[in-house]
T-cell receptor, first 113, second 113 residues
Framework: DPKIIQKPKYLVAVTGSEKILICEQY?????MYWYRQSAKKPLEFMFS???????DNQTASSRFQPQSSKKNHLDLQITALKPDDSATYFC????????????FGSGTRLTVL | AQSVTQPDARVTVSEGASLQLRCKYS??????LFWYVQYPRQGLQLLLK??????VVQGVNGFEAEFIKSNSSFHLRKASVHWSDSAVYFC???????????FGAGTKLSVKP
């Protein structure tokens, strides 16, 4: 059974719309992350959360907003979508201590038309 | 801030041959170093990691890596590759202050039968 669930697996959106990418982890981890992978920028770090608090944000645009309603949830809201946002978005989790292994979900592939 | 360079975007080797995938990191402090592998349409999985101690670390499926501080390198090696090793390999570095790992651009390994 997958321990990190990302929904949906595939997502098609139109330019200017808003979407929410879902991530739930069942590993009992304290830290969660979002990474983005595209042809232009392979595996780019976006956000990290620890105990539902934002720890690090490397995303320049405020159109990307993480949302943590529960300890094991870290959703990603993207507003005013652009074609350049097309990418696979990976959620990951870890125990949160330095150098702990990241466990990745299988990703949400977003295509913006 | 830390960063990783993987100079080889693609590497092709014959089955049974030895392998080295190169990784150089940039970080002024003590790095935590990782190699992850990504199979098609999947998230990343940890191969091995280095915290401290013996600079040669063993990982899964016969992979190993050597930390050479003087060269800021953490190259991945395998004595004899199998066709199932075909995948994308990512080197990553994490700083001691608990920030999220930063990944290199990845090296796509193709193993010829």
């Amino acid at each position: 059974d997958p321990k990190i669930i990302q929904k949906p697996k595939y997502l098609v959106a139109v330019t200017g719309s808003e979407k929410i990418l879902i991530c739930e982890q069942y590993l009992g981890h304290n830290a969660m992350y979002w990474y983005r992978q595209s042809a232009k920028k392979p595996l780019e770090f976006m956000f990290s959360y620890s105990y539902q608090k934002l720890m690090d944000n490397q995303t320049a645009s405020s159109r990307f907003q993480p949302q943590s309603s529960k300890k094991n949830h870290l959703d990603l809201q993207i507003t005013a979508l652009k074609p350049d946002d097309s990418a696979t978005y990976f959620c990951a989790s870890s125990q949160g201590r330095p150098a702990e292994t990241l466990y990745f979900g299988s990703g949400t592939r977003l295509t913006v038309l | 801030a830390q960063s990783v360079t993987q100079p080889d975007a693609r590497v092709t080797v014959s089955e049974g041959a030895s392998l080295q995938l190169r990784c150089k990191y940039s970080y002024s402090g003590t790095p935590y170093l990782f190699w992850y592998v990504q199979y098609p349409r999947q998230g990343l999985q940890l191969l091995l990691k280095y915290y401290s101690g013996d600079p040669v670390v063993q990982g899964v499926n016969g992979f190993e890596a050597e930390f050479i501080k003087s060269n800021s390198s953490f190259h991945l090696r395998k004595a004899s590759v199998h066709w199932s090793d075909s995948a994308v390999y990512f080197c990553a570095v994490s700083a001691a202050d608990n920030n999220a790992p930063r990944f290199g651009a990845g090296t796509k390994l193709s193993v010829k039968p």
